[in-house]
């Protein structure tokens, strides 16, 4: 079935550091792609996404291309902040009339140092 | 615009005794959708309304689990009788009534339910 894999965290930086988070899945066809992310005592949030290959999400700095042909979206910052610590989950899903349920990886976890 | 909302924030429980959990959509969302993160765990799928009829319930793991969406308005999860594997955070998200590629669905802040 369907499913996301990500990298395991948690992710310790130091302030103004490059961030990757990689991420890959597995799904029949080309769904939409999603990061999402929850700050601490907060839910989730729609942090970007893509909706066909080659697209770029990109949001407060973060960036996310859709490899088809790597069946990739690694989320990417090239200078992170001490407010961007949180977890980070990269999701997948299908459209179409009616709605549609995600699929999610299982998060990293990001913490950024002063 | 009120976003999703989700009441308790947490709950604490014995094992074998009863909680609901509620969750109020974004007025207007006729996709209403619950989530289970389970131990730091990937967050799960575990069922779909859109109103107040299931269109999907193929996550929910067992008939512990009870949801409703009566008027198709906000929507209760109940776990009768809740065992120790059920703690986790539940989360609640709604969507629009048009699908589409990217819709967007938008998440309330989670009940974390810890069963003792």
């Known amino acids: 079935g369907d499913s996301v894999t990500q990298m395991e965290g948690p992710v310790t930086l130091s302030e103004e550091a490059f961030l990757t988070i990689n991420c890959t899945y597995t799904?029949?066809?080309?769904?939409?792609l999603f990061w999402y992310v929850q700050y601490p005592g907060e839910g989730l949030q729609l942090l970007l996404k893509?909706?066909?290959?080659?697209d770029k999400g990109s949001n407060k700095g973060f960036e996310a291309t859709y490899r088809k042909e790597t069946t990739s979206f690694h989320l990417e910052k090239g200078s992170v902040q001490v407010s961007d610590s949180a977890v980070y989950f990269c999701a997948l899903s299908w459209g179409g009339t009616g709605g549609f349920k995600t699929i999610f990886g299982a998060g990293t976890r990001l913490f950024v140092k002063a | 615009e009120a976003g999703v909302t989700q009441f308790p924030s947490h709950s604490v429980i014995e094992k074998g005794q009863t909680v609901t959990l509620r969750c109020d959509p974004i007025?207007?969302?006729?996709?209403l959708y619950w989530y289970r993160r389970v131990m730091g765990k990937e967050i799960k799928f575990l069922l779909h309304f859109v109103k107040e009829s299931k269109q999907d319930e193929s996550g929910m793991p067992n008939n512990r689990f009870l949801a409703e969406r009566t008027g198709g308005t906000y929507s209760t999860l109940k776990v009768q009788p809740a065992e120790l594997e059920d703690s986790g955070v539940y989360f609640c998200a709604s969507s629009q009534h048009s699908g589409g590629r990217g819709n967007e669905q938008f998440f309330g802040p989670g009940t974390r339910l810890t069963v003792l």
């Open positions: 007025s207007g969302h006729d996709n």
């Open positions: 893509a909706t066909k290959a080659d």
């Open positions: 799904a029949t066809g080309y769904p939409s």
